[in-house]
């Protein structure tokens, strides 16, 4: 089970819920190669074009964006939580590090 | 109150409810920003659709001319077009565009047809009743089995991306949210629609395919809001997943019976989005303006054949394609966005008189 060490980043909880998983830095369309089922997808916004990470995903956060952005509607549908407007997540966040995503208040810890 | 004063009230009380969703959120800009692509599809496509409904007028009602673009937020989304300043159409012929189309609207929505009260009622009781009774629910197996919710999430977001990438920047005119029904014990009835689902304009290789999911979902009578285009979804402050009580999917209008089969329906979505994906990964910029422009003659398909007449102008999307985006199109329409960015209300009055004169002057 994932614990919270530490509050990271915050922003607007946008699909409720709590997962915690490895974050996965995705810029890019090739980006959604280095995610694994369950990652959290860490991202400054999220296109239809990034579809292959997003349903990879056990939470979406992104820099941009509101509770009716594109990750919000995505990840409303996929039923997993998403936290937006999460200023800097791409730059505090790291590939490979853990973390717990919650969606009920937009919170985003580093965890065990 | 005569016949051009309620088209004028009308035709205001549409550039309201735009401006405000203006200021609310707009499509992604993927593969091109929206702006850019309503350019193309006024000199594509508006025009078009303004002169076929005319003339299937002549020999149609407005109710059967609904029923061939399917769902109302298809039609709806034509309104939502910026461009009007610059399209070719004359005063008169923008105002009966509107006007025509929210009568298109009106014919199939049984509430407000801007589902302002974060309702979109296409169903009377009658037929919420039998296709209530008609279809197999996945109620007890629910309470049972923790794989189906996630299943069913899963289902859901494939099928909202695959759309997106079926229909680049309009994926509600194969996607249509309606309810939330009120049913007799208490609980609220959501229903997604996704039709159209493989449309000729994409080269499909595989034989297998679906053309139309039905997700009814049952849930306790929480607080769940639909805008009028389904642009975002179902919103709501409570957990979907801890208030849904059962649920229903039918795939070309069968009625799936257990989890290997939402699983098949789940593979199946999966290989139709990949193999669009992979035609799609080289393409170009203009490539996508040429889909962009198909995917909407596309919809006028039913109504074009009910004409006997060709819905495919390959020539026309040849021409139009190859043109720039004219740099006062987008001088004027960022100007128009800037005011929808100001805080609160302050831009709201702005831009309805700005889309006003775009209808009427």
Redo the contacts between chains.
């Keep these: 089970m994932t614990r919270p060490k530490r509050l990271v980043v915050k922003g607007i909880g946008a699909s409720?819920?709590l997962a915690g998983g490895v974050a996965k830095v995705v810029r890019t369309r090739a980006d959604s190669a280095k995610m694994a089922q369950g990652d959290i997808m860490i991202a400054v916004?999220?296109?239809?074009?990034l579809?292959?990470a997003?349903?990879k995903a056990s939470a979406i956060v992104t820099e941009e964006g509101?509770?009716?952005?594109?990750a919000a509607?995505?990840a409303?549908?996929?039923?997993?939580p998403c936290v937006v407007g999460a200023e800097r997540a791409t730059a505090i966040l790291n590939d490979g590090q853990r973390v717990l995503v919650d969606g009920n208040a937009g919170h985003v810890y580093e965890a065990d | 109150m005569g016949t051009q004063d309620m088209c004028t009230k009308q035709i205001r009380e549409f550039c309201e409810v735009f401006a405000r969703f203006m200021m609310?959120?707009l499509p992604?800009?993927?593969?091109v920003t929206y702006l850019e692509a309503c350019w193309y599809l006024h000199q594509a496509f508006i025009v078009e659709l303004y002169r076929s409904i005319e003339r299937a007028r002549v020999s149609l009602s407005d109710g059967q001319i609904a029923e061939m673009f399917k769902q109302p937020s298809r039609v709806m989304l034509y309104l939502l077009k910026f461009g009007y300043a610059f399209s070719p159409l004359t005063v008169m012929e923008k105002n009966r565009l509107v006007t025509d189309l929210l009568s298109l609207v009106s014919c199939r929505r049984e509430g407000d047809i801007y589902c302002r009260d974060g309702r979109n009622l296409i169903w009377d009781v009658e037929r919420v009743e039998g296709e209530l009774q008609s279809s197999y629910c996945f109620d007890g197996a629910l309470r049972e089995s923790e794989r189906l919710?996630?299943l069913?999430?899963?289902l859901?977001?494939?099928?909202?991306?695959y759309c997106?990438?079926a229909y680049?920047l309009c994926h509600p005119a194969c996607h249509e949210t309606h309810g939330c029904y009120q049913l007799e014990d208490g609980t609220i009835l959501l229903v997604r629609e996704y039709y159209d689902l493989r449309p000729t304009i994409w080269q499909f290789m595989s034989h297998t395919y679906v053309e139309s999911v039905r997700i009814m979902e049952r849930y306790r009578k929480i607080d769940i809001s639909i805008d009028m285009i389904n642009?975002?979804?179902?919103?709501t402050l409570?957990?979907?997943?801890d208030n849904l009580l059962a649920f229903s999917i039918q795939a070309n209008g069968g009625v799936l019976q257990d989890a290997s089969q939402v699983a098949w329906l789940e593979r199946t979505i999966e290989r139709m989005?990949e193999e669009l994906?992979h035609v799609t990964s080289s393409y170009s910029r203009r490539d996508w303006i040429r889909k962009i422009i198909e995917v909407h003659q596309y919809q006028l398909k039913p109504l074009k054949e009910a004409m006997d007449e060709d819905w495919r102008d390959p020539e026309m999307v040849a021409r139009v394609s190859d043109k720039a985006v004219p740099t006062e199109f987008l001088r004027h329409y960022n100007a128009l966005g800037q005011s929808a960015q100001l805080p609160g209300q302050m831009g709201l009055p702005t831009l309805v008189d700005s889309l006003m004169r775009e209808y009427t002057e």
């Design positions: 409720r819920g916004a999220t296109n239809p074009h579809a292959a997003m349903l509101g509770i009716l952005s594109h509607i995505v409303r549908e996929l039923g997993i | 609310v959120d992604p800009d993927w593969p919710v996630p069913l999430g899963r859901r977001g494939r099928l909202t991306l997106e990438a680049p642009a975002h979804g179902p919103v409570a957990s979907l997943s989005g994906n």
